[in-house]
């Protein structure tokens, strides 16, 4: 069986990006899974992994770190539906995983920043306070979302620029099916889906589009989460 140890909010919500790739990948390879939940003060469920970081995968006696090392582990240990078809696929992919860790997840973060900390479970609270306002700068996230926001919603759709271009013209990143790729960029919006209201999309961008195929897609996987 295999078991993937999952960042978990109060309500059962399930917000990291990253998990979200792992557990699309998963749904891609058609493999079934137990989900872990796993707070930020839980870190002892993934010592077995030599990891601080979610998500973990464990499958039989391996354990896998990393989103990406994830996918690439599964596309070795079970070759049907690859999630890399060719060389050239995992390529664009790990570029695309790239630029959605620095362009896309960078612009996300500040605009939904206070959402994050209102929405984690009590006994983590302190861990986000303390690691997110470390990073910030300040611990009010409140006043620091709210600046972000005059200009953020903005510099993230002028960052998703790259994602528009190819599905004004494609049902995904992919080309006619999903991939990785799109794996990546949903697990973004998945993160500001589970804990923030703010619409990140105008309806009428491609991007809002794409973005509904893949809330349906996997039996509704993603629209079914516990949404803000």
Not at 129 to 157: H, M, N, P, W, Y
Not at 169 to 176: A, H
Request: net charge positive; with cysteine; hydrophobic share 45%.
């Amino acid at each position: 069986m295999i078991t993937l140890y999952d960042l978990v909010f109060q309500n059962d919500r399930r917000p990291s990006p990253f998990c979200w790739r792992a557990k699309f990948a998963l749904a891609h390879k058609g493999l079934p899974w137990k989900d872990e939940p796993t707070g930020f003060t839980e870190k002892h469920k993934i010592a077995f992994a030599d990891s601080q970081l979610l998500p973990v995968l464990k499958d039989s006696e391996t354990a896998v770190k990393d989103s990406w090392a994830i996918a690439c582990h599964l596309d070795k240990a079970y070759p049907d539906k690859p999630l890399f078809a060719t060389e050239q696929e995992l390529l664009a992919a790990q570029l695309a995983n790239g630029w959605v860790d620095i362009a896309i997840n960078g612009a996300i973060f500040p605009i939904v920043v206070a959402d994050l900390v209102e929405r984690v479970r009590p006994e983590d609270k302190a861990y986000i306070i303390e690691s997110r306002g470390k990073r910030l700068g300040t611990a009010d996230f409140g006043g620091f979302q709210a600046r972000a926001r005059e200009k953020g919603v903005a510099t993230l759709r002028t960052a998703l620029e790259p994602a528009r271009r190819v599905l004004r013209e494609r049902k995904f990143l992919g080309g006619t099916r999903s991939n990785y790729a799109d794996y990546a960029l949903f697990g973004s919006f998945m993160w500001a889906h589970v804990t923030s209201p703010l619409a990140l999309l105008e309806s009428d961008d491609p991007i809002y589009t794409w973005r509904e195929r893949m809330f349906d897609a996997f039996d509704g996987m993603g629209r079914k989460a516990k949404a803000a």
